[in-house]
């Protein structure tokens, strides 16, 4: 009771504060169903080339004029939902709810439940956030806070997403800021977006909803009637009878649907693309007198630091993936013992070592697949192998044992399994491990490994989310052999739902990718592709073509910068390349 | 059930009492009842200063004029879509009425600027660089009396707070449970003694029976302060429910982007194409 009774003035004093919360449960509507502003967001979606009042800076613009419509019309595209940063904005209800604690019972998240978009949970329990190694999603992982009496939400691991829905984009850099504020009966939701990868300065919006008593149309009615339960769940369907791995988009300079813009609404087309600028009142004394307002350029993005330290993530039940060793290393431990999927460099083995043996619990390496050659993923292959009874057995495609030896690596002392056909399939801790050969890609000797139980599959240097893909020439290497194997990638995986999550997809460097992400990055990697075919197919330079920018719109997350692996090596990588294929 | 559960409740209870009826009591007779406060001196979150209008919604409504007629996603009745038809600028412009479009329940959506102050402290003031207008925001209850109709009207104003809610978490949670900074009110507005006006520069009508309502807020991210304004206007003539907008501003240091201009409307973009 003493106790008590010393928490009583507590308890008066927290009381004050605790009325600054408010209650946003319930069903809210955009007023009028369509809202009474950005209905060209609401409806029919806007034109291509509305990108007005957006900061867009000069990447953000490039990514939007190569967009195309029938980028829905891909298969992996075709569930996007929308995405967090649109959500609000889009034709869209908003259903808010609480989770309780089960044990507790004080709020651990608020759900926000949107038409078109997904299912967002905004943890108020203090959580972490998740390591940078960790899967991104269209609604991003959000945490809240109260501010008095507002909302606060923050979201990051968002995918690569969109502003408006003509191709407006933002980054997998995005960090929102949410602020939901309660009205009366109106609830106000200010959205700002950073990103340093498409946009100048930040970007904000408002948009308001009623408290509504009529159910609200959360799962796609009226939108969708006929089809609510198959919509929302949505798989994939043939809406074309083109090359189902065609990626539309417009080249630079072709995209005429925005000179259709500029003349429709009497607009100088210079107008169209100056991004931040467009937003401030000062835009249309510009646009009459013909001042041209220069655009923001791009920030120059320096590679995400390195800690020199291991980071384990535990991507499903068996499998884990260790970061920090050179390449990624895969761990699938089981009751048989213990498979790795490349060894990192030899520097790092012995604590990539006691690493795997922490997370195993100490149990024995059995197998260690390569998926390449080089020393930063068969670097660990001899201490790693070296088991107390006999040697882990070591298996790749015959050329990784071929390039070792001519290397004269330590690994190449070590016998291997080698195969040379298209695949080679094992079973191990209770699920088939097929070993899928791809050629032509990164270089001569590249395999993906997909574990089929776990649903997992590792691209080794196929795909490196923090760089531009590397391919050597030299080793048979090739821009469209990478593609290739992108496309054999995103045959396997399936998503579990509006396009993301199912299949997981471990990188030869970086963080786990799904479905979604292998789509962009192969949109990415076909996308410059054809620029610089097409430059190199008119006689320009290397020069020329670099000078043209062609990785403009993408160099803010794969540029890295300061890297032995840059922009510029790419182009001219791919460059060469696309000359030599003539 | 040992007791010490009804125990705690009760002490609760009377905690929240407690407080509520404190916060109910006027000054006790134990000294001079401290002076109240003005609305200056009780305001929880300070809009004062230079802001700017962000254009990123309804650029094409907003910024350009659009088409005679063009009353997209405003809830018109066939009144307003007949008086909507009826928008003749240089009829306008003619009669002196170019700030048809610079009225109170359409400035707020115009790209320009906003100078916020204290007229003394029970009135904010709110000066606009395009159509230099100025509101004036009274807190003070007998300052409603305004003679005439104008393009500002009459507008009351308060500190309010949202609806209360109640977390129990508040009260069993850690310290690190409890919101952070201080707590924020909004500023509500109503305003009504207005001229007819337009909503949008295309002629898009509200009636001289117009009551506006908004909600003025800001938020402060990423070392920017922004100030968004919910406004809902009610008008029996040409409306046939609420119409809601919300707009934002982004803080500006000082003057230096002031740009004092009449009232003006472009002439419509005519659509090509």
Not at chain 1, 277 to 282: G, I, K, R
Not at chain 2, 111 to 133: C, F, K, M, S, V
Not at chain 2, 256 to 270: D, E, L
Request: overall charge neutral.
């Amino acid at each position: 009771m003493k106790k008590i009774m010393v928490l009583l003035p507590l308890i008066c004093a927290a009381s004050t504060t605790v009325l600054a919360q408010v209650d946003f449960t319930g069903e809210w509507d955009h007023p009028g169903m369509f809202g009474h502003e950005d209905l060209n967001d609401r409806g029919q979606g806007p034109e291509i080339g509305d990108y007005m009042g957006l900061p867009l800076n000069a990447a953000g613009l490039r990514k939007a004029e190569s967009y195309s419509g029938s980028w829905l019309s891909v298969p992996e595209h075709q569930c996007t939902p929308h995405p967090a940063a649109y959500q609000t904005w889009g034709p869209n209800t908003l259903s808010v709810g609480k989770i309780y604690d089960p044990v507790q019972r004080v709020v651990q998240a608020i759900t926000l439940y949107g038409t078109f978009g997904l299912d967002r949970v905004v943890w108020m329990d203090g959580r972490e956030r998740p390591p940078e190694t960790a899967l991104h999603s269209f609604s991003g992982f959000s945490t809240g806070h109260w501010e008095g009496d507002k909302l606060v939400v923050e979201t990051t691991h968002l995918k690569t997403g969109w502003l408006r829905r003509n191709g407006t984009p933002t980054s997998e850099r995005a960090k929102m800021t949410e602020y939901f504020e309660r009205f009366d009966n109106y609830l106000l939701v200010t959205t700002i977006v950073e990103d340093p990868v498409y946009l100048s300065e930040p970007f904000v919006r408002t948009t308001e909803y009623e408290l509504t008593l009529r159910p609200v149309p959360v799962l796609g009615y009226p939108f969708t009637r006929n089809d609510g339960p198959t919509f929302y769940k949505c798989f994939p369907g043939e809406e074309t009878t083109s090359n189902k791995y065609f990626v539309p988009h417009y080249l630079p300079g072709t995209n005429t649907l925005l000179d259709d813009f500029a003349t429709k609404y009497r607009i100088p087309r210079w107008a169209l693309a100056r991004g931040g600028a467009s937003m401030y009142p000062e835009i249309m004394r510009n646009i009459f007198s013909n001042n041209v307002v220069k655009v923001a350029a791009p920030q120059v993005l320096a590679a995400p630091p390195r800690d020199n330290a291991l980071h384990s993530v535990q991507v499903r039940d068996r499998i884990w993936l260790i970061t920090g060793a050179g390449a990624n290393v895969t761990v699938q431990v089981g009751n048989e013992g213990v498979l790795l999927v490349d060894t990192g460099t030899a520097a790092m083995a012995p604590r990539l070592l006691e690493e795997i043996r922490r997370i195993t619990g100490g149990k024995p390496i059995h197998y260690i697949i390569n998926t390449q050659w080089q020393a930063d993923h068969t670097g660990g292959n001899v201490l790693l192998s070296d088991g107390p009874i006999q040697r882990a057995a070591i298996l790749a495609q015959e050329n990784v044992g071929l390039r070792l030896a001519e290397a004269k690596a330590d690994a190449s002392k070590l016998v291997m399994d080698t195969y040379y056909s298209d695949s080679k399939v094992i079973y191990f801790n209770g699920e088939a491990i097929e070993i899928i050969k791809v050629p032509k890609a990164h270089g001569d000797g590249d395999s993906l490994v997909f574990f089929r139980g776990s649903d997992v599959v590792v691209a080794g240097d196929i795909i490196a989310t923090n760089s531009f893909p590397r391919f050597d020439t030299a080793e048979d290497g090739s821009i469209n052999g990478l593609l290739a194997a992108l496309n054999r990638i995103l045959d396997i995986t399936v998503a579990e739902n509006r396009g993301q999550g199912g299949t997981i997809v471990i990188p030869g460097h970086g963080r786990l990718y799904d479905e979604a992400d292998v789509a962009e990055y192969r949109d990415m990697v076909n996308i410059v592709r054809d620029r610089i075919q097409q430059a190199a197919s008119k006689g320009q330079t290397l020069q020329q073509v670099r000078d043209s920018q062609p990785v403009l719109d993408y160099a803010g997350i794969f540029g890295n910068a300061g890297t032995d692996w840059t922009s510029d090596n790419f182009v001219e990588a791919v460059y060469k390349n696309v000359r030599g294929a003539k | 059930m040992s007791g010490r559960f009804p125990t705690t409740t009760i002490v609760l209870v009377a905690g929240l009492l407690l407080t509520a009826w404190a916060q109910a009591q006027p000054p006790g007779p134990g000294g001079p009842p401290p002076a109240p406060r003005s609305p200056r001196e009780a305001a929880q979150v300070d809009i004062t200063g230079y802001w700017v209008a962000l254009v990123t919604e309804d650029w094409l409504w907003r910024m350009v004029t659009p088409q005679k007629g063009d009353i997209t996603s405003v809830p018109m009745n066939p009144n307003g879509r007949r008086a909507a038809n009826e928008w003749d600028r240089e009829r306008d412009i003619a009669n002196g009425e170019q700030c048809k479009a610079f009225g109170a329940a359409g400035l707020m959506r115009q790209p320009l600027r906003l100078h916020i102050t204290w007229e003394g402290n029970d009135t904010l003031r709110i000066d606009t660089d395009a159509g230099q207008q100025t509101r004036l925001l009274h807190f003070a209850a007998n300052a409603a009396a305004v003679a005439a109709p104008s393009w500002q009207g009459n507008s009351t104003a308060e500190w309010t707070r949202a609806v209360a809610g109640f977390d129990m978490r508040m009260v069993f949670g850690s310290p690190k449970d409890l919101p952070k900074g201080p707590l924020q009110a909004s500023l509500k507005v109503n305003t009504s003694q207005l001229r007819a006006g337009y909503l949008r520069k295309n002629g898009v009508p509200y009636s001289d029976s117009t009551q506006l309502t908004e909600y003025f807020s800001r938020v402060t991210t990423a070392g920017n302060d922004y100030l968004t304004v919910l406004s809902i206007v009610r008008d029996p003539v040409y409306l046939t429910g609420p119409f809601l907008t919300s707009s934002q501003f982004k803080r500006e240091p000082d003057a230096a982007k002031w740009n004092p201009s009449p009232c003006q409307t472009a002439a419509p973009q005519q659509k090509g194409g």
